[in-house]
């Protein structure tokens, strides 16, 4: 049976829990304000039991909605209402780790990797934002379906908020000292690596071929009793990203799963994929995976990252690719326009803050490309930090007669957030950046700024003396 989640959110189907003694419920939904498809876990009590609950989640809902990376189910949104408490996340397609392996046996040495490298490529992610995942296992990884997408990790610090203060119950996924930080998540990364390509329980025996001594070599590494001389989770990142073409080159093999029918052990491994984008190798006999429209997202942002470089001048904006320096464009002075303020983005609604979010990244991506930074100086709150530093890095950029080259916006989708006031209205924007290169007065490049790919960077807006300005920027590192 249907119902509302806050007046927003429709649930459609139980997923998950229910179950007499289960103290959450997942379930399919749709977001009313957006029409986007969402998960909601549906906390009950004894959890619900906690009178400080609701004001963690609450205070903690901006940090976590500000983790974007394209192997994190990001949370949406935590609603409060009626005696629910609901955290909204991506909706994930898929199957949790745990039934993977039970139901495919292990991964081969290249495609364990791959998806142990987008693992280890969100948590390192997190770490940079100081968030913790504290509970990283089987059931919070899902695996992509057979016809792609990309392996995700669930509940982002979710154990530690919810179970405020309890003493974590022992698991395998647990680090000996029992904390929860980045070391311990390490840990329990190593432990999932492990299992990845042995099919088996943390410490149990190998079952047919002994998996790739290199990795087994990066697991223990990963598992070392002092959290210190664990890597972080970049470093995790890095050593599998060197592995992944060595690895990739080898021929699939059989594992020796008892009780597996004929061929059940068997997994291809795909050659010349790029790093941390879909994991269709995963998939047993399935030579080239049909992309659906749920894995497009995925496979985009993989060939965002692998080729930002080589994608300067697509996403720069237009009339940009022919300028080296400024005043030498050579399709004339009419190659780079400043973009005109839609009609759409001057009313107070909802529907007016997208369009202005628009507009206000076209307003920046022309400021980088001519040096012209009033209008979007026009279009900004002086306050906003993060809005000053590109703003800066603009001007200081041309100051002396140099330039700035690439550095083109790219607005895929924008979405009005659930935690807003006409005052202060808050938005999702899912953006492209290509890399930037400061060019001297002669032209000579003088340093590089990387490019962003399907960055989700959170707008707040304010409504003042009749239009619209950027009063923050919240995601760290977004347009600066």
């Not at 989700?456 to 995601?475: D, F, K, M, P, S």
Request: aromatic letters at 4%.
């Amino acid at each position: 049976m249907s119902r509302m989640l806050g007046g927003r959110y429709l649930l459609t189907d139980l997923l998950a829990g229910g179950a007499g003694g289960a103290a959450t419920e997942i379930w399919q939904g749709v977001d009313g304000a957006s029409g986007r498809p969402v998960a909601v876990k549906l906390l009950r009590p004894p959890l619900t039991a906690d009178p400080g609950l609701a004001d963690r989640l609450i205070g903690a809902r901006s940090a976590l909605g500000a983790l974007w990376h394209h192997g994190i189910a990001r949370l949406l949104d935590v609603v409060v209402a009626e005696g629910d408490i609901g955290l909204v996340s991506d909706l994930v397609p898929g199957v949790d780790l745990a039934r993977y392996l039970t139901t495919n046996g292990p991964l081969a040495p290249a495609p364990a990797a791959e998806l142990a490298v987008t693992l280890a490529e969100a948590l390192a992610t997190a770490h940079r934002l100081g968030i913790v995942h504290g509970e990283l296992k089987p059931s919070n990884v899902v695996v992509p379906p057979p016809e792609g997408g990309t392996v995700r990790v669930t509940d982002f610090a979710v154990r530690s908020l919810v179970r405020d203060g309890e003493r974590p119950a022992p698991s395998a996924y647990r680090a000996p000292e029992g904390s929860d930080s980045e070391p311990a998540d390490v840990y329990a990364l190593g432990v999932l690596l492990y299992e990845m390509l042995t099919g088996t329980p943390w410490r149990a025996d190998f079952h047919g071929v002994e998996p790739d001594r290199r990795l087994l070599d990066l697991v223990d590494r990963c598992v070392d009793a002092d959290p210190a001389a664990r890597p972080d989770a970049a470093a995790v990142a890095d050593r599998l990203r060197e592995l992944i073409p060595e690895l990739s080159r080898l021929r699939r093999r059989p594992v020796d799963r008892p009780g597996a029918g004929p061929g059940a052990g068997l997994v291809d491994q795909p050659v010349g994929r790029p790093v941390g984008g879909p994991v269709a190798g995963v998939h047993q006999r399935r030579a080239r995976p049909p992309v659906t429209r749920l894995a497009v997202v995925a496979v985009l942002a993989a060939a965002a990252v692998v080729g930002a470089f080589a994608a300067v001048k697509a996403l720069s904006p237009p009339g940009e690719a022919q300028t080296g320096r400024r005043g030498t464009a050579s399709a004339g002075p009419s190659a780079v326009r400043a973009p005109a303020l839609p009609a759409t983005a001057t009313t107070a609604t909802i529907q007016g803050g997208i369009e202005f979010v628009r507009y206000w990244f076209e307003l920046l991506g022309y400021a980088t490309a001519t040096g012209d930074t009033a209008a979007l100086v026009a279009a900004t709150n002086p306050g906003c930090a993060e809005c000053q530093a590109a703003i800066d890095t603009i001007r200081s950029s041309y100051a002396t007669g140099g330039s700035l080259r690439g550095g083109g916006y790219v607005v895929r989708f924008v979405n009005n957030n659930s935690f807003s006031t006409l005052d202060r209205s808050v938005y999702d924007a899912t953006v492209d950046r290509s890399p930037r290169t400061t060019l001297d007065p002669a032209g000579v490049a003088r340093a590089s700024l990387a490019g962003l790919s399907f960055t989700n960077c959170i707008l707040i807006l304010e409504w003042t003396a009749g239009r619209w300005r950027v009063l923050q920027v919240a995601t760290p590192g977004c347009v600066a």
